[in-house]
């Protein structure tokens, strides 16, 4: 499967922004989708899964604030991100894999395709 992330931008403190995944096939019925992002000098964290069968998880750093959703007939997935902070600034990257997990707060996926990412920039 090819993905394709898009969406990003430029935006202040407090704006939103939403970013579409669209996938060159229809998800499997097996098929996490999560969001995942980089920014510079630091590792790439996980931060938002959907599931096949639609259940949702979100690292605690965006919860409450963020929210993922999929639409299966445009084979597309959806990250609604409202008040958007400074430290949300990163490459968001999307992917599809078997699982997602929260432990701790932070997001972990095995994921094994992943398509190229998207710039979010948030200025203070």
């Known amino acids: 499967v090819q993905l394709q992330a898009s969406g990003g931008g430029l935006v202040q403190t407090g704006g939103s922004l939403r970013l579409s995944c669209a996938a060159s096939r229809a998800f499997l019925e097996d098929d996490t989708v999560g969001w995942f992002r980089q920014a510079p000098g630091k590792e790439r964290e996980g931060v938002s899964c959907?599931?096949?069968?639609?259940?949702?998880t979100y690292a605690d750093s965006v919860k409450g604030r963020f929210t993922i959703s999929r639409d299966d007939a445009k084979n597309i997935v959806y990250l609604q991100m409202n008040s958007l902070k400074p430290e949300d600034t990163a490459v968001y990257y999307c992917?599809?894999?078997?699982?997602?997990?929260?432990?701790?707060?932070?997001?972990?996926?095995?994921?094994?395709?992943w398509g190229k990412g998207t710039q979010v920039t948030v200025s203070s």
């Open positions: 992917a599809t894999g078997a699982f997602c997990t929260v432990i701790g707060g932070t997001l972990l996926g095995g994921m094994n395709h």
């Open positions: 959907i599931s096949n069968d639609d259940g949702v």
